[in-house]
């Protein structure tokens, strides 16, 4: 999978380096999402408190559910990044990842755990290993995060990766923060 989308990577946007779609922690391992976790992807968003803050609702069967990761595949992928599954000890916990859905755009950073696996410090340590890859890009000199201004777990996992706050706005689901991150920074951040 990662092969095949780097190297149709490759021949959309020449010049760019795409992203590692296998990354590693010592706790966890990210990969690309297939079919067979659509059965986790059910279970993740179904839970109303791991989607409060959120636009997304519970996915209403496994069609659904492979629809997502059929998107995943199509629109996210080829740009060499997109939201990837986080699993602890082999069984999902998560995902976390960087998207970006245009040429150009500054990637988002996106994470959603299970409740149970909320406050050990996965978002944070799954975050670091995607902005880490990240940045070794060429094409990402910055990214950004987005999270309601009412979630302060997610607003602490930003500032824990060193964001800082842009801009506050309104959106369809009420007041928002968005957060952002330059690559300058974060390679301070990791030699200290």
Avoid: K
């Amino acid at each position: 999978m990662a092969s095949r989308s780097s190297g149709c990577y490759a021949r959309l946007f020449p010049g760019l380096l795409p992203m590692s779609l296998h990354l590693s922690t010592p706790r966890l391992r990210l990969r690309p999402v297939t079919h067979a976790d659509a059965g986790f992807l059910i279970e993740l968003n179904a839970d109303p408190e791991v989607i409060r803050w959120v636009g997304d609702g519970p996915l209403a069967d496994i069609d659904a559910a492979l629809g997502v990761v059929d998107y995943l595949v199509s629109r996210q992928y080829p740009f060499g990044m997109g939201r990837l599954l986080v699993e602890e000890e082999g069984a999902p916990v998560g995902w976390c990842g960087l998207r970006r859905l245009l040429a150009g755009e500054v990637p988002d950073l996106g994470y959603r755990f299970l409740r149970g696996a909320w406050g050990r410090g996965l978002a944070t340590e799954a975050a670091t290993a995607v902005l880490d890859a990240g940045f070794g890009r060429e094409d990402v000199p910055e990214v950004r995060a987005e999270a309601d201004r009412r979630n302060p777990r997610s607003i602490r996992v930003m500032e824990r990766l060193g964001m800082r706050w842009h801009r506050d706005f309104v959106d369809e689901l009420g007041p928002a923060v968005e957060y952002r991150l330059d690559r300058d920074t974060w390679l301070r951040s990791r030699v200290d």
